[in-house]
């Protein structure tokens, strides 16, 4: 199977222009972006399920060296302008390479839980639970640490509803497994989105 990609995460928060319609709002800057050396199509935009105010955007990279490279060229600055309009204020960027490849983001519901350690000596028991959790669904669930913060992990899982996810998690092994993951880590961030897939022109 191909290289595992380097996948940009962004969170903000929305504008009422993108709440309005997320692809019309975003279209000019996958259409520039999917021009980049290195970027992958498609990428994957929606809005919070439980607060449209909040934003998601994923884009996988062939490497973060690719990206950065994207950063530092000139189309950065056009990207930069025609992304205005879906801001509503403040945002955040992280970059994970995760323990197998994203197909969460074509599923119906696309869970986001970001957590942090609360010390970094329970790196290795944390990511034994996440690895059993990823295994039991067939890697629909899959982590990693930010390239940030190698504290920081972000995992995305894929789901046929929100529902379906709130119901796995009831059962007695994932839910003591889950129990004993937020006794190790702070969570920080814990919602879903719909996403749309976005290839660019």
């Known amino acids: 199977m191909s290289t595992i990609p380097t996948t940009e995460i962004g969170i903000f928060d ?3 222009e993108y709440r309005k319609d997320v692809g019309l709002c975003l279209r000019p800057s996958f259409d520039i972006v999917s021009k980049a050396d290195g970027a992958q199509k498609p990428a994957y935009a929606g809005t919070q399920i439980e607060s449209p105010a909040t934003g998601y955007i994923f884009l996988n990279w062939d ?26 204020g403040s945002s955040k960027m992280y970059h994970v390479i995760f323990n197998d490849h994203p197909i969460a983001f074509q599923q119906p519901v696309t869970e986001v839980l970001i957590i942090t350690l609360k010390d970094p000596s329970y790196r290795a028991e944390v990511f034994d639970i996440l690895t059993k959790i990823s295994y039991l669904t067939e890697k629909m669930l899959v982590f990693g640490s930010t390239l940030e913060d190698e504290n920081m992990i972000i995992l995305v899982g894929g789901w046929p509803s929100v529902e379906a996810h709130w119901e796995m998690v009831a059962k007695p092994e ?13 969570k920080d961030h814990l919602f879903h989105v719909a996403l749309s897939p976005f290839s660019g022109n």
Do not use: C, Q
């Not at 003591?176 to 190790?184: G, S, T, V």
């Open 14 to 16: 929305t504008s009422e």
């Open 174 to 186: 994932p839910k003591a497994a889950i129990e004993r993951l937020f006794a190790l880590a702070n």
């Open 63 to 88: 490497t973060m060296a690719h990206h950065k490279a994207f950063i530092a060229s000139t189309s950065y600055g056009p990207l930069r302008e025609v992304l205005k309009p879906a801001l509503g």
